[in-house]
């Protein structure tokens, strides 16, 4: 499986983007498939996760009520609508995917980082 996030980029407090992830692979639909991120000078941390059919969802404390995640089989592409957004939501986003994990520990394949900032 490869993934390939975009839609990362520059947008003022309280606003909202919406990245994507493109899978490619005959099985990507098979993954749950999730959402990290990576502030400068911190670790990777977990934002949030979805199964396989788009029905159950798991979310970061931080992410929760501002973050939604999607995906669409169809179009074997993984969503993160961010609204709010504060200058902390500020990091290199990353998506992932996993066979058998969905959360915090899923790491199968990654994709590149897309960089969103946030000013204030």
């Known amino acids: 499986v490869q993934l390939q996030a975009s839609g990362g980029g520059l947008v003022q407090a309280g606003g909202s983007l919406r990245l994507s992830c493109a899978a490619s692979?005959?099985?990507?639909?098979?993954?749950?498939m999730g959402w990290f991120r990576q502030a400068p000078g911190k670790e990777r941390e977990f934002v949030a996760a979805?199964?396989?059919?788009?029905?159950?969802?798991n979310y970061a404390n931080s992410a929760k009520g501002r973050f939604t995640i999607s995906r669409d089989n169809a179009k074997n592409t993984l969503y993160l609508q961010m609204n709010s957004l504060k200058p902390e939501d500020t990091a290199v986003y990353y998506c992932?995917?996993?066979?058998?994990?969905?959360?915090?520990?899923?790491?199968?394949?990654w994709g590149q980082g897309t960089l969103v900032t946030v000013s204030s």
């Open positions: 692979g005959r099985t990507a639909s098979r993954y749950a």
């Open positions: 992932a995917a996993d066979l058998r994990v969905m959360g915090a520990m899923m790491d199968d394949y």
């Open positions: 979805v199964d396989w059919a788009g029905i159950s969802s």
